[in-house]
């Protein structure tokens, strides 16, 4: 919910009372996909961090920032020196800007993959951060206001397209209301349960959770809570640094706790099909019943027919039985208790299947409970070793040496880097493969078609 209406609604509320007066001292990007903001009011300075990269979107405001001497660029000159005069938060919609003096205002767009940052004059779109959006040119400044109604009337009448109507709410809102079976709720309970979530999101406390295998933030109860906060810029802060720091940490819990999760339902299905297997076989009684029909009847029986009628000793109905022609009655009465002997052998066997199963089952309920508290990456991969369930192509992808020695190479980049004095440094990695040298390229230059970026400390080797 980082990037929510109701998170962006107190977050625009707190910046406005911290920043109002302030004075863009400088616009620049030293990073792709990342704009940095100083403001300063003579006495203090304040730094907004705008990561809009396509895989993680997000606002922070680190108390220091320390521009590179180099590679850095300048942005939306006209607004350097500008006073904020308002902090703007529009309607309904996960955007808001800092209105400046002389008619100009920054409009931070936070949708996601197609987040973004709006230069704007009187309202009409100038400049844009991320310049392969082009259609946030044809933005109409005024429309970015929704409005939205939330009586009881309109939610009765839109129960039914619950999701389409209040779009504000967003993904962890509308896990929350159906981990609550609002849904199947009565139509007067539905609507104390959506005002009261509403009561939480316009006063909320802010939440880091884990939630599934994934680091969130939330203005609501839900997952794990592992920090709690009372103010949005703090809060948000804490979301950043941790989701950068542990990304790795919480990319291989999901993963394995995906996998636990799959085999628990293999495994419950297994468990579930051998009992109802097991049950069908217990209640089937027949080839016994047709060897003792055939002991009981030998006098009437003559080898070489293919099929006799008898009755049943237990309610006097007339049971067809096929023989063998070229065996005795004895012999077919010997095949069927033989049969009924396997099919018990087959009973006990399923039995036994099963209960082991079961055991495995509770050994993976009691991992997934340890898995889902370990927050420490070293801790994650002994627990891992130690089941004894980690995936061939994991194990292989582990032991390769890029996997062990990534972070310290990246860190020692980092030290070397123009960024060395932050306390979390961007790298840009790649594998040779993704590297390719085209005959028309002059020397030294290379096309990457692909690359990773991970966050990680700067560190010097020790000598």
Known sequence: MHNNFYFLKQLSAKLEERI??????????????????????TKDSFFIKA?????????????????????????????????????????????????????????FKMHGNFANVLLCKENHVEGIFRNHLQTDFEIEVEKLNKPLDFSRGNFINNVHRFNAVFFTFGKVVFDYLKERNFDHLDEEIKWQLFATTIQYLEKPKYHIVERNGRLIFSLLPVGKILQEFDDPIPAINAFTDKIFRDQFLYNEKREFLHDLSTRLKNSENYVLKNKQKIEELEQDHHYQLWADLIMANLHSIKQGQEKITLNSFYDGKPVEIKLKTDLTPQKNAEVFYRKSKNRQIEINKLKESVSQKEKEMDKLNSLQGLIDEVQDIKNLRQLIEESGLVKKSLA??????????????????????????????????????????????PAGAVVVEREEVILVEPLAVNR
């Open 20 to 41: 109002f007066g302030y004075s863009v001292v400088s616009c620049f990007s030293q990073n792709k996909d990342e704009l940095v903001i100083e403001l300063n009011n």
């Open 51 to 107: 990561n809009l990269s396509p895989t993680f979107s997000c606002l922070s405001f680190p108390e220091e920032f320390h521009r590179a001497r180099k590679n850095s660029v300048d942005l939306f000159r006209e607004i350097v020196l500008k006073k904020i005069i308002r902090v703007r938060q529009f309607t309904n919609e996960r955007a808001f800007a800092l209105e400046l003096e002389e008619h100009f205002s920054l409009i």
């Open 396 to 441: 292989q992808k582990e032991s390769l040496p890029y996997r062990e020695f990534e972070f310290k190479a990246a860190g020692l980049a980092a030290f070397y880097s123009k960024r060395k004095n932050e306390s979390l440094c961007p790298v840009a990695f790649t594998q040779k493969k993704f590297i390719r040298k085209r005959k028309s390229d």
